[in-house]
């Protein structure tokens, strides 16, 4: 058997739902501990990298937000496993996470989703708007994206997704 990977897929709920009826995830921005995060940040163990993964995908799904205005604002991250052949680092930047999936990932394949709850879409909302300005060093924008980040997205599991998608419908 393949040595499984677990990728972080940044999402947002239109792509999630989209995701349900196909039966598969498009990964259009991924994460997962890759051989620059692990040498950028050698202090921390697994579930400390896996973590700085996660919440980069988490950053990502707020520039998924901002380019799909009509999306409730709710930042999406789905966990997957993938063989590892599939996954390879994006680049060689130094503390980079970012990894391209070659192919769709099967819902089968997914592990956990998670969500933002309402109490966090007044704050993921301006957030969105100034992700991009945050990346390119503005402090405010930072401070904003920050607030965003002090919520914690709540843990699903793949058999919950229907649920959770009637729900915020």
């Known amino acids: ?10 999402a947002t709920l239109p792509m999630l739902a989209k995701a349900s009826a196909a039966g598969q995830v498009e990964p259009l921005a991924a994460h997962a501990v890759t051989p620059a995060l692990r040498e ?17 995908a988490a950053q990502d799904a707020l520039r998924l937000l901002r380019a799909d205005t ?14 590892a052949p599939r996954v390879r ?16 990932v099967s819902l089968s394949s ?20 100034v992700v991009e300005e945050a ?5 405010d924008a930072q401070f904003t994206v920050d607030s965003a980040e002090d919520h914690d997205l709540l843990w699903y599991a793949p058999s919950e997704l229907t649920h959770v998608l009637d729900e915020l419908a």
Do not use: K, N
Not at 48 to 54: G, M, Q, T
Not at 70 to 83: K, L, M
Not at 135 to 139: E, F, L, Q, S, Y
């Open 40 to 56: 950028w940040y050698v202090e921390g163990d697994e579930e400390e990298l896996e973590y700085v993964a996660f919440t980069r």
């Open 135 to 139: 990346a390119a060093g503005d402090p």
């Open 110 to 129: 997914v592990a956990s989703f998670h969500v933002d709850d309402a109490d966090a879409e007044a704050d993921v909302a301006a957030a969105a708007d």
């Open 70 to 83: 009509g999306a409730q604002p709710r930042r999406v991250v789905i966990s997957a496993d993938v063989p």
């Open 89 to 104: 680092p994006a680049d060689g930047e130094l503390g980079s996470s970012g990894v391209v999936i070659s192919g769709e």
């Open 1 to 10: 058997m393949a040595e499984m990977v677990r990728v972080y897929l940044a």
